[in-house]
């Protein structure tokens, strides 16, 4: 069982910058690919960034990709994602997942163990 809690979000205005991060605690950490995925109002939740179980390979969405980095700290139990020059429709509530696989993963179903959420607001 792995247990993960998101926070960092917050309002911002577009263009602005935020880091949110996600603690895992509970079973190894390290073994899982790690993913960040959203949810904006009246939308279906969607796929933002991947990493591998080392960090070593990282997949983003055409949305986000130049925009967001994703990254992860195995020693610390810790998966990040840094947002840059945010629009508004980037707004939603971002969650973290680990997937049941080492390997990069976009696919919302190979992920087992999700967190709450954190509500992300861009205003223009």
């Known amino acids: 069982q792995v247990q993960l809690a998101e926070s960092g979000g917050g309002l911002v205005q577009a263009g602005g910058s935020l880091r949110l991060s996600c603690e895992a605690s509970?079973?190894?950490?390290?073994?899982?690919?790690m993913g960040w995925f959203r949810q904006a109002p009246g939308k279906e939740r969607e796929f933002v960034a991947t990493?591998?179980?080392?960090?070593?390979?990282?997949y983003y969405a055409d949305s986000v990709k130049g925009r967001f980095t994703i990254s992860r700290d195995n020693a610390k139990n810790t998966l990040r994602l840094q947002l840059s020059s945010l629009k508004p429709e980037d707004t939603g509530i971002y969650y973290c997942?680990?997937?049941?696989?080492?390997?990069?993963?976009?696919?919302?179903?190979?992920?087992?163990?999700w967190g709450q959420g954190t509500q992300v607001t861009v205003s223009s």
């Open positions: 997942a680990a997937s049941q696989y080492n390997h990069i993963q976009d696919d919302p179903e190979q992920y087992v163990y």
């Open positions: 990493i591998s179980w080392n960090g070593g390979m990282k």
């Open positions: 509970g079973r190894i950490f390290n073994n899982h690919a």
